[in-house]
């Protein structure tokens, strides 16, 4: 009944989570504090409550890094926070791990197809490309040496090749096209009017004095108490990304099939 009640917990969670993020682009705290209210309160019944806060804690500590390097939004972190209470392990493995998993794959075959696709479709330059090119080329070889080897060794299953294969291979697409993609589709530059709360500032757009200048090390996170350091640096402009991709529906589909396939990495590697 408490396994149940978990997995009932984290499903309505993260999807209220998601529709509200891809309806607003938040994910308000009045969803996840409720959820990691309950994930407290769940296992301390489970009997992991040292576990599940221990998992809490290396997931709020990465969480936040991603956060304040603008590579995932606050209310993401706190979601995934709230899961990893609530349901701490799934048939002995971290729910949260599976998730992620999960979540990171129907995030790249969607977020990547589509994106890349509008990229193409608005004209590739090659000056946007290059950078990253070689880089996608040689990591594209070693994960053919990778796959290849572990197939002969009959420690990946030919399913394996096409869950892991297919998002990677979509991936590394987008990591070509990754400048032109944020260039093209995300990129705007905004007075200190238009500031919005938590900005993703586009640091690959401003020049190395101007970055130099700012002495901000890897924050990329910023609200309007943060444009006198922009101003100072002689920035009466800001470039930053808007409208960038809704991650919180992505963890509703990670939940959902991390409960309906918890033996996913047996299947893939053979293992068990």
Do not use: H
Request: include cysteine; aromatic fraction near 14%; glycine fraction near 10%.
């Amino acid at each position: 009944m408490l396994f149940l009640i978990q997995q009932i917990v984290v499903l309505i969670g993260s999807l209220i989570g998601g529709l509200f993020d891809l309806k607003t682009g938040y994910i308000y705290d009045w969803i996840t504090y409720p959820v990691i209210v309950a994930g407290v309160i769940l296992s301390y019944f489970s009997g992991y409550l040292l576990e599940s806060l221990g998992i809490a804690a290396a997931i709020l500590g990465i969480g936040y890094l991603l956060y304040y390097t603008g590579k995932l939004g606050g209310g993401d972190v706190k979601l995934f926070l709230g899961l990893s209470l609530a349901l701490p392990f799934i048939q002995d493995k971290p729910f949260i791990v599976l998730v992620l998993f999960y979540s990171a794959i129907a995030g790249v075959l969607v977020i990547g197809s589509y994106y890349s696709i509008k990229y193409i479709l608005k004209g590739i330059e090659l000056e946007q490309i290059k950078q990253n090119l070689v880089k996608a080329v040689l990591l594209a070889i070693a994960l053919i040496i990778y796959f290849g080897f572990m197939f002969s060794m009959n420690l990946l299953s030919l399913l394996g090749v096409l869950l892991l294969g297919i998002p990677l291979a979509i991936g590394l697409i987008f990591m070509v096209f990754e400048r032109g993609i944020r260039e093209k589709c995300f990129l705007k530059w905004i007075t200190k009017k238009q500031l919005e709360e938590d900005e993703t500032i586009a640091f690959d757009f401003l020049n190395e004095k101007q970055i130099k200048k700012l002495k901000l090390g890897q924050k990329r996170v910023f609200d309007k108490k943060d444009f006198a350091l922009f101003e100072k640096a002689g920035l009466k402009k800001i470039p930053v990304y808007r409208n960038l991709p809704r991650f919180g529906i992505f963890i509703f589909i990670g939940c959902l099939l991390a409960i309906l396939v918890p033996d996913l990495f047996k299947i893939i590697y053979l293992i068990g």
